[in-house]
């Protein structure tokens, strides 16, 4: 299309404590790309003590989604921020059915589209590690016991991981082995957004 813009936009897909925050900065860099983590989001707004942010904390604190309908016009709202984004990192975002349709509708209506999903693999026993180590030092509440991470999993397993066969069916999916130094890993997803 002749008004299409020349970007990229790339969703970075995985499991609670997969690295997709961790990439993100380095992949942002690498490509100009601009970072939206829905999580990142909803803990400043909790931070803030925003309405948003006191809507999330509930669901953020047990593990469990938050709303759909709030999450999309969220997001939305921080695409429409950056109108100059020579592309976007979408972090944590689509996690259901209805917000992967829902940014392709949007986008599309911006004369945008998702060029490609890219899940970082790892077991749960290296995620389940990951994520309490880091929870004793970020004070993450979602972070601080087996029983919340696992329900974060849950949650993943029963609602996110569908959009493997979304993206798939679409030829948007991607996956590369999320264990090894963060380098490693920086290196597979450039090869395969350099092979876009
Ligand atoms: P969110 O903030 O997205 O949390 P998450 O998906 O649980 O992801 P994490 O931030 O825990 O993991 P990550 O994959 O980014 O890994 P990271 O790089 O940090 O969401 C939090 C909550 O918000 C959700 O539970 C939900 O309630 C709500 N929410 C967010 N989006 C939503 C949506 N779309 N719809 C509805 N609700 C939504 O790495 C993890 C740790 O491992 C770090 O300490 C890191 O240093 C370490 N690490 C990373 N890479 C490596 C490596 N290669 N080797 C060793 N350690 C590593």
């Avoid at 970007?7 to 925050?21: C, D, E, Q, Y």
């Avoid at 994520?131 to 087996?146: A, F, H, I, M, T």
Wanted: hydrophobic letters at 35%; zero cysteines.
């Amino acid at each position: 299309q002749l008004n299409q813009k020349h970007m990229i936009n790339l969703v970075l897909f995985g499991k609670p404590g997969a690295g997709k925050g961790t990439q993100a900065q380095f992949l942002k860099e690498k490509y100009n790309l601009k970072h939206i983590s829905t999580g990142d989001v909803f803990r400043y707004n909790i931070k803030n003590g925003t309405e948003l942010g006191t809507l999330a904390k509930s669901y953020i604190d047990k593990g469990d989604l938050v709303p759909d309908e709030v999450t999309i016009k969220m997001l939305e709202d921080e695409v429409d921020k950056n109108p100059d984004a020579d592309g976007f990192i979408f972090d944590g975002f689509p996690r259901t059915t209805t917000q992967a349709e829902a940014l392709d509708n949007f986008l599309e209506s911006k004369d945008m589209k998702v060029d490609a999903t890219i899940a970082l693999e790892a077991n749960d026993e290296i995620l389940i590690e990951r994520l309490l180590e880091r929870g004793k030092v970020s004070g993450r509440s979602d972070d601080q016991d087996v029983t919340k991470i696992r329900n974060r999993f849950d949650e993943y397993n029963s609602k996110t991981a569908p959009l493997k066969e979304y993206y798939e069916d679409r030829k948007k999916f991607h996956s590369v082995n999320g264990i090894g130094t963060i380098e490693e890993i920086t290196e597979r997803l450039t090869k395969v957004i350099d092979s876009l």
